[in-house]
């Protein structure tokens, strides 16, 4: 089992930045990708920023050029820099992560969810 733990959610005034954070511990094998889904009530939880181990990375259009992930391998933490921000980014910020076990070259993949950190844009 693998357990993530975000921090960094808050109130932020249109335009302001937040850092979310996302550190990852158990018993890991190997974090294929790490990333950031966010979730309004009544919506679907959609995709934010994922990136891979070899830092192949995926933004919805709706915040490219404004929201940054990052991950630092060695510590099992993924990172989401989110700046520019506006009302509609407003919602619960859930951090993913993909563990891959190779058994004879067979991947065994596992996904894993955080508690979620909310995110207000608001003035």
């Known amino acids: 089992q693998v357990q993530l733990v975000e921090s960094g959610g808050g109130l932020v005034q249109p335009g302001g930045s937040l850092r979310l954070s996302c550190a990852a511990s158990g018993n890991i094998f190997s974090l294929s990708v790490m990333g950031w889904y966010r979730q309004t009530p009544g919506q679907q939880r959609e995709l934010v920023a994922t990136m891979t181990n070899v830092e192949v990375t995926n933004y919805a259009d709706s915040v490219k050029g404004r929201f940054t992930i990052s991950r630092d391998n060695p510590k099992n933490t993924v990172y989401l820099q989110m700046n520019g921000l506006k009302p509609e980014d407003t919602a619960v910020y859930y951090c993913?992560?993909?563990?891959?076990?190779?058994?004879?070259?067979?991947?065994?993949?596992?996904?894993?969810w955080g508690q979620g950190t909310p995110v207000t844009v608001s003035s």
């Open positions: 993913y992560a993909r563990d891959v076990l190779w058994m004879g070259g067979v991947p065994d993949e596992s996904d894993y």
